[in-house]
């Protein structure tokens, strides 16, 4: 009984509340109050224009179009039949005082809105379509590499298409093949010296397989400010892109460690936790 308290004066000034909020470009809240005065007046004409523009411009064009469809069938029938009084007709705004002219800039302003409806929906099935090809092309690459018929020395599933970093050999098979090259003769001081510059650089350089912790990728302590972890990921990342060294596979391992190192450190939930996952490491 509340809503619909008031007559006349609270339909009115839901109404001009409407324009308010409208000329604020403020359209939910404006339909809103359109919808309150039309339940004090239902055939309040100004609230049902007002609220099928209010519709079109937060998108809603299918409730749009049935406003305008309303106002339209309420001048025609009115127009056609000056004479009769319906029910729910407003006696203060009423459909066969509508003017041909505020009739030809509703026609206008509807066919407007049909235009603007097919232009979102177009988008939308073109948006679709392009996920649909691209889940498409995902999976045809899957398959290929399921029926063996994907390029040599490329794992049989890859959905980086060739460009992720390939496996570490085994430790066995790494020994082999430094013992087999020489790299690894016993009883050489030389040669453990060597190799302990060779282990310590390892921990330094970000392009070692066995580096693992992010603060060593991006080379900066644990202490270091969302500065630091900032330009250090630049640094990297421009030293270490595929354009700069000719799409060196080496370089584009370091390039996807340095990106993974700086999504984590940058996000201060996650760094958290890998903090605490990282609590007992030592790098």
């Known amino acids: 009984e509340m809503e619909t308290a008031g007559g006349r004066l609270h339909a009115v000034l839901h109404c001009n509340r409407a324009a308010c909020l409208m000329a604020l470009k403020k359209f939910d809240l404006a339909a809103k109050e359109c919808t309150a005065a039309l339940r004090i007046?239902?055939?309040?004409?100004?609230?049902?224009?007002r609220r099928a523009r209010c519709?079109?411009?937060?998108?809603?064009?299918e409730e749009s179009l049935a406003e305008y469809a309303r106002w339209a069938n309420a001048v025609r029938e009115g127009k056609a039949n000056p004479h009769y009084r319906d029910p729910d007709e407003c006696s203060f705004d009423r459909a066969k005082d509508v003017s041909d002219q505020d009739c030809q800039k509703v026609?206008?302003?509807?066919?407007?809105v049909e235009k603007m409806k097919m232009l979102v929906e177009q988008k939308a099935r073109q948006a679709a379509a392009e996920e649909r090809k691209r889940a498409s092309s995902a999976f045809n690459r899957r398959q290929q590499w399921y029926d063996g018929e994907g390029p040599s020395g490329q794992?049989?599933?890859?959905?980086?298409?060739?460009?992720?970093?390939?496996?570490?050999?085994?430790?066995?098979?790494?020994?082999?093949?430094?013992?087999?090259?020489?790299?690894?003769?016993?009883?050489?001081?030389?040669?453990?010296?060597?190799d302990q510059r060779q282990q310590h650089a390892n921990k330094k350089s970000p392009s070692s397989a066995k580096v693992t912790c992010h603060y060593a990728v991006l080379q900066v302590s644990k202490s270091a400010s969302q500065s630091d972890i900032k330009k250090a990921y630049r640094k990297m990342a421009l030293k270490y892109h595929p354009d700069k060294n000719n799409n060196s596979e080496s370089a584009s391992d370091v390039f996807r460690k340095v990106q993974l190192a700086y999504e984590t450190l940058s996000d201060e939930s996650r760094k958290r936790k890998y903090d605490m996952e990282q609590l007992h490491t030592y790098y």
């Open 155 to 194: 794992r049989r599933w890859d959905p980086f298409n060739g460009s992720s970093p390939k496996r570490e050999k085994p430790r066995a098979q790494r020994s082999r093949s430094a013992n087999a090259s020489g790299f690894h003769a016993s009883g050489s001081n030389h040669t453990k010296r060597q």
């Open 55 to 61: 519709y079109a411009r937060i998108e809603r064009f």
């Open 41 to 49: 007046q239902k055939g309040y004409m100004k609230a049902i224009l």
């Open 107 to 112: 026609r206008v302003e509807r066919a407007e």
